[in-house]
């Protein structure tokens, strides 16, 4: 029998699989989603409605619930294939870790990220967000989300075998997140103040490139600890 | 090039090595922090500008820097039972966790007591107090990975590729958090005007710095020891060892 | 250990020592398995079976001792190692949303196999008509016969297995008994676990390595 496939169609292979998976499990797209509405949503009712107040923090709110959406969204990221023995396949797969780690992080952006920066605009009027803030908004969520994922996937492949892994996977990814929310927020408001924000841009899509290059390693390390 | 490092690799040997050291660590600590504790708090000249409520610094600043070195030690022992596959460094990391988790946790009520006489507030977001909270969370996160692992070879292992995905994040979170607050705080509040220093306070904060990182070592010695002895209970060498000891 | 016909040693425990939950499950285990041999490791519940299949298949590390592939440490080696190994565990890799012909698809594709018919394999299982059921609608026997669709078209040398005849029948267990010893004829190695009795393959025809209930 003739063997080899090529990395490019492996990764297709696998990111074809868990979007296909997700797309009739409908349920994993949207609960995190709506998360993300809802915890926006609970800051004017906590804070009170005062447009200058909500100006003032939105690009905070914003982003804090994003980081919880995507910490809420992540958990499903290797739990199924854990239980039904995929991920032990992938592991002993010939197919080099970090390309598989790599399709399956960005078939989880894919189905969660990019709903949440599609969202993000509407829930930003309810916010009342500067009117010149949209465009940092998008390119930051842009940048960020993806960043997101990857750091948190080092924490949900460690905790993948544990049994109550999603308190403490807040522990271990919410000091990750730090940079990727100051900067972010910052370039929000800058813009906000029709200043330039092409340096807070640089360093996400620094941190973006960076985790790219590095957290699929951690990962992998960390899934082979995890199916131990 | 690195044997020397294998003949550690072996418990029973790291565990004789570790008793000989303890004592000596000890000493040194005591004296250390003696001498610099009481030459600075009670000693060294009254600042101009603070009075006598700056003399917290020499413990806050001590527990500082030894709290980021103790992880960056953390992260090296990981680092080296990760690539060498020496599991006594594994070993060494789990105890050193909980120690800069104190230790981070006295720089922060330090940090918090000298706020208070100095604006008036129990806790500030400056950049120093901000990076050293965070970097409570990631011991936190350390330590609790490690205890949710039942097995403690897979849970030092785990813990030690956090430790290193924390150690390369660290100077990044640090340098967020110094950016952000220079941001949202322009009239920069500088808790430690390093070069205004005159000797007689700097000579005792440095001997305090070497005599928290003697204390650690010595307090992580200890715990080496006991973490040595746990993972290898149902070895002959340890049995001996509990059987001499029922015998005293 | 009774000498295979077949000189080639495909892999080599050397002095596995490995410890679960503070027990000593085994210690300083060594055995050779050649090529062209059926393993089958048995010992009672809790013994470490699983363990030491899954630590020969490099998914478990051992707390002392390595596992050669050719003699090469598999930790060096692990590309083609795991290019030359098909591991079935407890769990059957098989994802219950997606219907058991796109499992096989998948299985086999990330394998690097690309020609090959679905169908055909799955008949072979005996889950003609049951290609576009999704996995989780299937039945225990049916949801294992998918995964172990898979050694139907394998070149891997190294089968390990644990716990194949796991919900199915007697016929089945016969038709994958003849798949096994036709595999290890063409030259690959069977290792497995079972509490079944096997009716085609006998003793003498197998390697055993028994592993024992050890107290401290």
Same mark, same amino acid.
């Given at each position: 029998?003739?063997? #080899? ?77 854990? =239980? ?28 969660? #990220? ?17 009117? =010149? ?18 750091? #948190? ?12 892994? #999603? ?26 103040? =029709? ?34 | ?7 550690? !690799?072996?418990?029973?040997? !790291? ?18 922090? &003696?001498? %610099?504790?009481?030459? &600075? ?69 330090? %940090? ?7 604006? &008036? ?25 490690? !205890? ?7 849970? !030092? ?53 070497? %005599? ?37 | ?216």
């Amino acid at each position: 029998m003739k063997r #080899g496939i090529s990395y490019t169609a492996a990764f297709m292979t696998l990111l074809q699989r868990d979007l296909r998976i997700a797309i009739r499990h409908r349920g994993d797209i949207f609960n995190p989603l709506l998360f993300f509405i809802l915890v926006v949503t609970l800051f004017p009712l906590g804070i009170g409605p005062e447009p200058q107040v909500l100006t003032r923090v939105a690009p905070g709110i914003i982003w804090v619930a994003a980081l919880l959406a995507s910490m809420l969204s992540l958990e499903r990221l290797f739990k199924a294939d854990y =239980n039904d023995g995929s991920l032990e396949q992938m592991l002993l797969s010939p197919q080099p870790l970090s390309i598989l780690v790599l399709s399956k992080v960005l078939a989880h952006w894919i189905l969660t #990220g990019v709903p949440l920066i599609l969202v993000a605009p509407l829930l930003a009027v309810l916010l009342h967000l500067e009117s =010149n803030s949209y465009g940092a908004l998008m390119s930051t969520l842009a940048l960020g989300t993806p960043v997101l994922s990857l750091l #948190g996937a080092i924490g949900v492949a460690l905790t993948v075998g544990l049994r109550k892994g #999603g308190v403490l996977l807040s522990l271990l990814i919410l000091p990750l997140y730090i940079p990727v929310l100051i900067f972010a927020t910052s370039a929000i408001d800058a813009a906000g103040l =029709n200043l330039n924000y092409d340096g807070q841009l640089a360093i996400l899509a620094a941190m973006l490139v960076g985790s790219l290059i590095l957290a699929p390693f951690a990962i992998g390390a960390s899934l082979r600890v995890s199916t131990n | 090039m690195w044997k020397w490092l294998h003949t550690f !690799a072996d418990p029973e040997r !790291a565990y004789k090595l570790s008793g000989t050291l303890l004592p000596w660590f000890t000493i040194f600590a005591i004296l250390l922090i &003696g001498t %610099g504790s009481i030459w &600075g708090l009670l000693f060294a000249p009254t600042d101009y500008q603070q009075g006598e409520s700056y003399r917290i610094i020499f413990i806050h600043v001590p527990a500082a820097s030894m709290s980021m070195s103790a992880y960056i030690a953390m992260a090296v022992a990981s680092f080296i039972g990760l690539v060498w596959q020496i599991k006594s460094a594994d070993w060494a990391a789990a105890a050193i966790a909980p120690i800069g988790a104190v230790i981070t946790f006295i720089a922060l009520l330090t %940090g918090a007591a000298w706020g208070k006489p100095m604006w &008036g507030a129990w806790w500030v977001w400056d950049a120093r107090l901000t990076s050293e909270l965070v970097l409570l969370f990631l011991y936190l996160g350390i330590i609790s990975l490690y !205890a949710s692992f039942e097995d403690k070879v897979l849970a !030092a292992r785990a813990a030690g590729i956090l430790a290193i995905v924390g150690v390369i994040n660290i100077p990044i979170i640090k340098y967020s958090v110094d950016w952000w607050s220079s941001l949202h705080q322009p009239a920069t509040i500088k808790i430690m005007e390093k070069s205004s220093m005159s000797t007689d306070m700097l000579y005792p904060l440095l001997i305090n710095i070497f %005599g928290f990182g003697v204390m650690i070592g010595a307090i992580t010695l200890v715990r080496y020891r006991a973490e040595i002895l746990a993972r290898n209970g149902m070895r002959p060498w340890v049995r001996d060892l509990a059987t001499a000891e029922e015998a005293k | 250990m009774t000498i295979s016909n077949q000189s080639k040693v495909l892999l080599r425990a050397n002095e596995l020592t490995c410890i679960r939950e503070e027990r000593i499950l085994f210690d300083e285990l060594s055995f050779n398995i050649n090529a062209g041999d059926i393993v089958q490791v048995e010992g009672p519940n809790g013994a470490g079976k699983t363990s030491l299949l899954r630590i020969i298949a490099g998914l478990s590390r051992p707390y002392a001792g390595e596992v050669e592939y050719l003699a090469e440490d598999i930790n060096r080696c692990r590309d083609e190692f795991n290019h030359d190994l098909l591991y079935l565990g407890h769990l059957a890799g098989v994802k219950s949303e997606l219907t058991a012909e796109e499992n096989l698809n998948f299985n086999l594709r990330i394998s690097g196999y690309d020609d090959f018919d679905t169908t055909a394999i799955l008949a072979k299982v005996n889950l003609t008509g049951f290609e576009e059921a999704l996995a989780g609608h299937l039945s225990a026997g049916q949801h294992r016969r998918t995964a172990l669709a898979r050694l139907q078209h394998s070149n891997c040398k190294i089968w390990i297995l644990d716990e194949p005849f796991t919900a199915i029948d007697k016929k089945g267990v016969e038709e994958l008994e003849q798949l096994f010893i036709q595999h290890a004829k063409s030259g690959g190695c069977v290792i497995l676990t079972t509490h079944q009795d096997m009716s085609i393959i006998s003793d003498d025809m197998l390697q055993k390595v028994t592993l024992d209930y050890r107290f401290i």
